[in-house]
C-alpha cells in the first residue's frame, strides 16, 4: 500500500515567488542540500523546474515516507531520497555548492539555529550559497500584525519557537563566512534572504 503524500497548503501558495527567488541564484549550481524537506512538495516542484539541479532532501526521520511518497510519484531522478539530518545533531558528510531551507528557523529553537549556521561551513563548498524563506523580524519589531499574531501563535504551541530577528540571523551567518547578497520582500510578509560563502568560518 502506498504511503499517503501529506499536503501542506502554503507550499502550494508560496512555491512560485521561492521558485523565482530560486532561479537565478541557483542557476549555476549543482547540488542542493534542502534543510528540513517537510513534506516534500517544494523538492519535487523545485527539481523539475530546475532539472540542472541534484536535490538532496532531509528532514526527520517522521517525515520520511511522505518526502518519498511525492519523489515517488514525480518520477523525478534528480530528487534524491531524504537522508536524516538533526541541525544540532547528525550532518551529512557531502559537500554542497547550495543550501536551502524554508519555514525553518522560526519552528526550531534559538540554540538549534545557532547550531545549523555554525553547522554549515563543513557541508558547504567554498562558492556555495545559502537560500532561505520564511517570516522574520526587523530591529526586534514585528514588520505586520499577522507576523505577530503568528509569533504568539508559534510559542504558545512551544515557548522555544518564533519569529527570529533577521540581524540576528545575518550575524550568525557572517559569523560563518557568510554574505548577504540579496534579501526580497516575499508575499504574506515573508522575505527570501540568499547568503554567498565568501572565507571559510573563524
Known amino acids: 500500500m502506498n504511503p499517503i503524500k501529506p499536503d501542506a497548503p502554503s507550499c ?4 512560485d515567488p521561492i521558485l523565482t527567488l530560486l532561479r537565478p541564484h541557483f542557476a549555476d549550481r549543482h547540488h542542493v542540500l534542502e534543510i528540513g524537506s517537510g513534506t516534500g512538495q ?5 527539481a523539475a523546474a530546475m532539472p540542472h539541479l541534484r536535490w538532496q532532501t532531509s528532514d526527520r526521520v517522521a517525515c520520511h515516507a511522505g518526502i518519498r511518497a511525492w519523489i515517488d510519484e514525480s518520477g523525478l531522478a534528480n530528487v534524491l ?6 541541525v544540532a545533531g547528525c550532518w551529512p558528510t557531502t559537500r554542497y555548492d547550495a543550501i536551502f531551507t524554508s519555514n525553518t528557523l522560526h519552528i526550531i529553537s534559538a540554540a538549534q539555529v545557532e547550531a545549523l549556521f555554525a553547522a554549515l561551513p563543513a557541508v558547504m563548498s567554498d562558492d556555495a550559497r545559502l537560500a532561505v524563506y520564511g517570516p522574520f523580524n526587523e530591529q526586534g ?22 519569529l ?5 540571523v545575518d550575524a550568525l551567518a557572517q559569523q560563518s563566512g557568510l554574505r ?8 504574506a510578509n515573508n522575505r527570501g534572504l540568499v547568503w554567498q560563502r565568501v572565507a571559510a568560518a573563524s
Do not use: C, Q
Open 12 to 15: 502550494e501558495r508560496n512555491r
Open 141 to 162: 519589531r514585528y514588520t505586520s500584525p499577522s507576523n505577530g499574531e503568528f509569533d504568539a501563535m508559534l510559542k504558545a504551541r512551544d515557548p522555544l519557537s518564533g
Open 81 to 86: 531520497p531524504p537522508i536524516e539530518l538533526d
Open 180 to 187: 548577504l547578497i540579496e534579501d526580497r520582500a516575499m508575499p
Open 42 to 46: 517544494h523538492a519535487v516542484y523545485f
Open 164 to 168: 527570529r530577528d533577521i540581524e540576528w
